[in-house]
């Protein structure tokens, strides 16, 4: 919804047509059985060589590409539950379903466009690239914390593909279908396991190592250091939570940061974690009761009693709707324009709306002007409109349908979020799919399995645009009008992308009865007159530019419903 949609401007259309006849060529060879594989020495050589070539001089010049392919369902087993295989094994396109591929990791990794590549081999020592998807930006996790030079991974049912220029890869799609190994596991071969640098994991060693870390900002070399410690080294929880909240991992965090409230040296800092943590989780109650417990056994801590208070104004607001809009459009001047406040679930509930799947419903009589909502984005890819830096496409092969700016971000750091922050992210999985058939399992051996195909369509069917603020823009440019025009406010165009998971389950209608607006990654919703309880909220969906009236009903059946409103 108002999302900037480029599938019939140039040279998207060109771009989508090559796509498609590369994955028609590639599906001809379905079931061969591959007997040219290049030798290990000459895939790494050329691999290297590529990786020395110098990059674009400006992120101004960089183009990221994300093709969604023929969606297929994430792996849902364990990898003690899968048979081996090996390269030499496999068939081109085709997903080995019941196996794992034990894989050793030859070269630095790559970042190339939407992915993350190095050369990898199998145990027979046969070689190729791997391709993994949906992974983290350079800015949060580099390409080296990734896909680590000597390391070892099980990638569950593999998928082998042949590029253009002839060159056999795995592909990745799903975050859950790789599983890391350390030099412990019984899995890594001998001659496979690199030398950690200190003698037998010494526990005070590595807590060293992960604290120089922590303070260097490496967070994803704090958080794999503390991962490989032993349980009875506490200290280094605590520099994992911090690694993992600077990840984007508050689950993990405050996991971690519980690891050490039993130990009285470590119970003050214990809480500091286990505060912030869930204070980024919107458990602003129990970070409060935390705070409140810090506070009694060290009154003097400053830093506490500042968190307490944010603590306290974001439960304010979460209870009562009351908010410093001021405070808010200050705050949506920054890049990204992300808001400290907290989600006001106003009067109004969720429930089946006649021929309409789920709607919001308000719960008592409102007044025009009231607030109902005012939610704070569940996930958010910040684009500047008409930026050219960075640019990220999302080409949807089923689709055929090409969207620039923020959704194509949004994808992945929802997949993220999924992965590591599952109980938080459960109600994201319950919007609207479509048709789409979801894996038969959400987890495996009780670790998250993600499909990032669901995550793309439920994306496609529930994100918002928005503007930075929505003074001075307007989100419903007049009906008919050109939404390319900007004397039209852009309404329909924005870069900008996001995920209100309470917003999205208010249904269209073409007389609306309450209006939504946005400062940063806030979405505010009004109503737009009195209205009664039992009342089915509606807002305005406007038709693109020169749309039938059957182009809108046909582009409605995406959600499963026909407009029938009084007009």
Not at 79 to 100: A, C, K, Q, V, W
Not at 232 to 259: C, F, H, V
Not at 268 to 283: I, P
Not at 474 to 491: K, T
Request: glycine letters at 8%; a neutral charge.
């Amino acid at each position: 919804m108002d999302i900037k949609d480029v599938s019939r401007e140039d040279p998207y259309p060109t771009l989508m047509k090559s796509a498609l006849a590369s994955a028609k060529r590639a599906s001809k060879r379905k079931g061969e059985i591959i007997h040219d594989h290049p030798p290990v020495h000459r895939l790494v050589s050329d691999f290297l060589t590529n990786l020395e070539k110098p990059g674009p001089g400006s992120t101004k010049d960089v183009v990221a590409i994300s093709l969604v392919q023929v969606p297929y369902p994430p792996c849902v087993l364990t990898r003690n539950d899968l048979r081996p295989i090996m390269i030499s094994d496999m068939r081109l396109e085709t997903h080995h379903r019941g196996t794992g591929m034990l894989l050793h990791i030859l070269t630095s990794p790559q970042r190339d466009g939407a992915d993350v590549t190095a050369i990898v081999e199998d145990g027979k020592g046969t070689a190729l690239l791997l391709q993994l998807y949906h992974q983290p930006s350079e800015s949060v996790v580099p390409a080296r914390g990734i896909l680590q030079p000597g390391g070892g991974c099980i990638v569950k049912e593999p998928f082998l593909k042949c590029e253009t220029n002839g060159a056999y890869y795995l592909r990745v799609d799903h975050v859950t279908d790789v599983v890391w190994l350390d030099n412990s596991d019984e899995h890594v071969p001998e001659e496979w396991r690199t030398p950690v640098g200190f003698p037998n994991n010494d526990s005070n060693i590595m807590w060293a190592r992960g604290n120089e870390a922590v303070k260097k900002q490496g967070w994803v070399e704090a958080e794999r250091l503390v991962a490989t410690t032993p349980d009875e080294a506490k200290p280094a929880y605590l520099n994992r939570s911090i690694a993992n909240l600077r990840l984007g991992r508050p689950e993990k965090a405050l996991s971690d940061a519980t690891q050490c409230a039993d130990t009285a040296k470590l119970f003050e800092r214990s809480l500091v974690r286990e505060a912030s943590a869930l204070y980024k989780l919107g458990n602003f109650s129990k970070c409060i009761e935390r705070l409140d417990g810090l506070l009694l056994s060290n009154p003097t801590n400053s830093d506490a009693s500042a968190e307490l208070g944010r603590a306290r104004a974001r439960l304010h607001e979460q209870n009562t709707g009351e908010y410093n809009f001021n405070e808010m459009y200050k705050q949506a001047g920054k890049t990204p324009p992300l808001i400290d406040c907290a989600t006001f679930h106003g009067p109004c509930e969720m429930r089946d709306s006649p021929g309409k799947g789920q709607g919001l419903f308000i719960t008592r009589k409102v007044a025009a002007g009231e607030l109902l909502i005012c939610e704070k984005a569940f996930a958010y890819s910040f684009v500047e409109e008409d930026s050219a830096e960075g640019l990220n496409v999302l080409m949807n092969l089923s689709t055929k349908k090409t969207v620039v700016g923020g959704q194509a971000l949004l994808v992945t750091q929802i997949v993220q979020q999924l992965a590591h922050n599952p109980k938080a992210s459960s109600e994201f999985l319950k919007l609207h799919c479509g048709d789409y058939s979801k894996a038969p399992a959400s987890d495996a051996g009780g670790l998250p399995v993600v499909d990032s195909f669901l995550v793309e369509k439920i994306v496609s069917l529930n994100a918002f645009g928005a503007p930075r603020t929505s003074q001075g823009s307007s989100l419903i440019p007049p009906c008919g009008s050109n939404p390319q025009d900007p004397r039209n406010g852009g309404g329909s165009n924005h870069t900008t992308s996001g995920i209100w998971v309470l917003a999205s389950r208010i249904n269209h209608s073409c007389l609306s009865n309450c209006s939504r607006s946005s400062i940063g990654d806030m979405q505010i919703v009004r109503a737009m007159m009195d209205l009664d309880a039992g009342t089915d909220l509606f807002t305005y969906r406007r038709p693109g530019f020169m749309e039938s009236h059957a182009d809108v009903q046909r582009d409605l059946m995406k959600w499963g419903f026909q407009c029938r409103c009084d007009l």
